[in-house]
């Protein structure tokens, strides 16, 4: 999807990516909406939300998804984060969650928020419900929400429908690992999925992005590994192109028309 690019598709749209992990997240935001696409910029806690969001405003990008309204390239748009890795023990974790409680009504954009029953941070995972379930409740409706869901599938969606967040927001599972079940009620709910190609390397991720509506198909890169990490153009954006291919292929479908669908549903959800 590099726009200009022989044969691939123009205006790329990378749903999950960690933009305030980026030292120059202003390269990032100027290289999408050259573009003509943007990138939804995850942030870990809500400080590093406040940075990103600061250092957009002073180059003059809009934070709200206000250029993807008036159709042009949004570039980077920052997200309001609660990572479920920085809720373990302490009296930092409890300040990220008052602060996230204290912005999330004033941002539509939010992630990365969830949970995470993976091994390293199981003992924090009653922490990690709790902070989720008062997320919840203090994002406004219409948000979109970029969710992880590690071994905890199930009790995202009891917390996004008893919240009322799966009725009145965009709920999106990047990264999708749960069960076929947990998919299939993910996808009944109405629900969103952002694939990537670190999902696209698993047989299972494989037949899960085969199965999610193309209507309801976002592409991610989940990019950069570590914070400090210079923005690559040329990486990030050939990420996207690969995993437009391999969805594409396993779909039966032309690589334009799925493109057309990921960026329609993209350019949507970035201007709420």
């Known amino acids: 999807m590099v726009s200009g ?15 305030d ?24 806690e809500p400080a590093g939300y406040e940075g990103l969001a600061a250092e957009l405003a002073d180059e003059g990008r809009v934070p709200d998804g206000e250029a993807a309204r008036e159709g042009g390239g949004p570039g980077l748009v920052p997200a309001l984060g609660l990572h479920p890795w920085c809720l373990g023990e302490g009296s930092d974790a409890g300040r990220r969650v008052e602060r996230f409680c204290e912005l999330a009504g004033g941002c539509r954009l939010v992630g990365e928020v969830g949970l995470d029953r993976g091994r390293a941070h ?37 917390i996004l429908g008893e919240s009322g967040r799966l009725a009145d927001c965009a709920c999106v599972f990047h990264w999708f690992s749960g ?65 437009l291919a391999t969805v594409a292929a396993l779909k039966g479908v032309e690589p334009e028309a799925l493109a057309d669908a990921v960026r329609r549903a993209s350019r949507g959800l970035l201007s709420r």
């Open 21 to 44: 992990w980026f030292s120059d997240p202003r390269a990032c935001s100027a290289s999408f909406a050259a573009a003509g696409g943007g990138a939804l910029g995850c942030t870990v």
């Open 179 to 243: 069960t076929s079940d947990e998919l299939a009620r993910a996808r009944g709910a109405g629900c969103l999925f952002s694939v990537g190609p670190l999902m696209l390397r698993s047989r299972r991720g494989r037949e899960y992005a085969r199965q999610v509506p193309v209507g309801r198909l976002l592409l991610e890169t989940d990019l950069p590994e570590h914070p400090g990490t210079a923005w690559d153009a040329g990486a990030g954006l050939s990420a996207l192109d690969g995993a």
């Open 5 to 19: 690019a022989e044969g691939a598709c123009p205006a790329p749209f990378d749903m999950h990516l960690h933009g």
């Open 122 to 158: 199981r003992q924090a995972f009653d922490a990690q419900v709790a902070a989720f379930r008062r997320a919840c409740d203090a994002v406004a409706p219409g948000s979109v929400l970029s969710i992880h869901s590690v071994g905890a599938a199930g009790e995202v969606l009891d």
